[in-house]
């Protein structure tokens, strides 16, 4: 039965063998800015097929199928909306795609955007960062992996 006072869920650790590119520009979108942009009421369809997408996204980790992520980064309800406010971010996505990423998303409001590898972050690296520094030098990259242990209480509580 849920609760105000009780969090429900279910940890399950993401695999090893994913990374995480993160393309971080040098410029700053405040959030308030990029919720404007988004639609006050969504079609049912376009909030099914998100849901749809993210259910399998989540199935795809889990089982480590990753072969349904690039299908699960569909969106219908906020990046299109968004990109008129982050300069690069197809030329991001089509870099990712094009080494290999196995999805691609805007992370929450903007302006990060997320590539998801598999075991193949150095490989990775090694192609985006000379086309990030010839065509794209206001975005940073960052391989990072999940975090799999979360948020912690370190004492005094």
Avoid at 11 to 26: G, I, N, Y
Avoid at 32 to 46: G, I, T, W, Y
């Amino acid at each position: 039965v849920p609760s105000k006072h009780k969090i429900n869920f279910i940890s399950t650790p993401v695999k090893d063998d994913l990374s995480f590119a993160t393309f971080v520009p040098d410029f700053f979108l405040q959030t308030k800015k990029s919720r404007a942009a988004l639609p006050e009421k969504v079609l049912h369809k376009d909030a099914v097929f998100n849901l749809g997408r993210s259910a399998l996204l989540t199935a795809s980790i889990i089982s480590g199928n990753y072969e349904n992520i690039r299908t699960s980064m569909g969106d219908r309800l906020h990046q299109d909306y968004r990109k008129k406010f982050i300069p690069g971010m197809g030329d991001i996505f089509d870099l990712c795609y094009n080494n290999k990423a196995l999805g691609v998303y805007l992370s929450g409001a903007g302006p990060t955007i997320i590539g998801i590898l598999n075991g193949r972050a150095s490989a990775f690296a090694e192609k985006a960062t000379p086309v990030l520094n010839k065509k794209m030098k206001n975005w940073h990259l960052s391989i990072l992996k999940a975090d799999n242990e979360g948020a912690v209480i370190l004492g005094g509580f």
